[in-house]
């Protein structure tokens, strides 16, 4: 069973899964916008792993005996001036996204809700991994610049990026 409070939490978590994937949906569009199908890629991905999330999220609830509730979505920008610019807005998105998890354990933890804690580590592990791949390329754009040769090396190297939802 979940606790009002935990629901309303986990149906709010819904809610920021999707408009990460939205969030992500622009920054693709700028890739897209300026020539960078790899980077226009790297976005899509991600932007299909969140809703990987989100949808993780709705079957939780659903499997602890909840009912989700949806609500429309903010997109929280989609004015970007570099490369370099997108995945610094988007480490700052996943940092936000990782408090989040933090807080929903908080409420977890406090509740003795340890189906809930269960489910929440695998995002605690997930969001140290988001925040990493962000961070990564960061520092190798830092390197590149304005670089062309490097940002068309660095295009190529995120056009192979896949994503394969885990197997249940
Ligand atoms: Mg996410």
Known sequence: MLSQK????LNLQIKYELES????VAMQAYFDGIDLPGFA??????????RFH????YEYV????GKVE?????LPGKDFDSPLDVFEKALA????VTKRIYHLMDIAREEKNYATQSMLNWFVDEQLEEENSMRENIAILERVKDNPNGL??????LAARTFTPEAE
Not at 54 to 57: E, L, V
């Open 62 to 65: 659903f499997e602890a005996d």
């Open 21 to 24: 994937a939205h969030y992500y």
């Open 6 to 9: 935990l629901l309303d939490e």
């Open 70 to 74: 949806l609500t429309s979505l903010d």
């Open 93 to 96: 998105h996943e940092q936000f």
């Open 54 to 57: 989100a949808d993780k999220f």
């Open 152 to 157: 068309y090396m660095l295009d190529r190297q």
């Open 41 to 50: 890629h790297f976005f899509k991905m991600q932007a299909a792993e969140e």
